[in-house]
């Protein structure tokens, strides 16, 4: 079993950058693909990118480009790079982990955090 801690949100102008950190407890980290997935108000829980154990990395088509996950297994972490921050990417941001390479219902979740970008 794998527990997620979140951290790093906040209030951002919009062209501004964020950086969220993910950091994992529990057995095995390496073996886990770790996802970030975000919620807006109203809306449904959208993948925003992947890392997976074999090292493939994608991304949602609303952050590419803008976006950058990373990974540091020594210390158990996983980042998410925000830059160009739009209104639009205000939402709880997720942090998830899964022993499979890719799915869009990981195991393992975070309680979130909260990302704002204003106008």
């Known amino acids: 079993q794998v527990q997620l801690v979140e951290s790093g949100g906040g209030l951002v102008q919009a062209g501004g950058s964020l950086r969220l950190g993910c950091a994992a407890s529990g057995r095995a980290f390496a073996e886990y693909t770790m996802y970030w997935f975000r919620q807006a108000p109203g809306k449904e829980r959208e993948f925003v990118a992947r890392f997976s154990w074999t090292s493939i990395i994608d991304y949602g088509d609303s952050v590419k480009g803008r976006f950058t996950i990373s990974r540091d297994n020594s210390k158990k972490t996983v980042y998410l790079e925000m830059n160009s921050l739009k209104p639009e990417d205000t939402a709880v941001y997720y942090c998830?982990?899964?022993?499979?390479?890719?799915?869009?219902?990981?195991?393992?979740w975070g309680q979130g955090t909260q990302v704002t970008v204003s106008s």
């Open positions: 998830a982990a899964d022993e499979r390479i890719a799915t869009m219902t990981p195991r393992y």
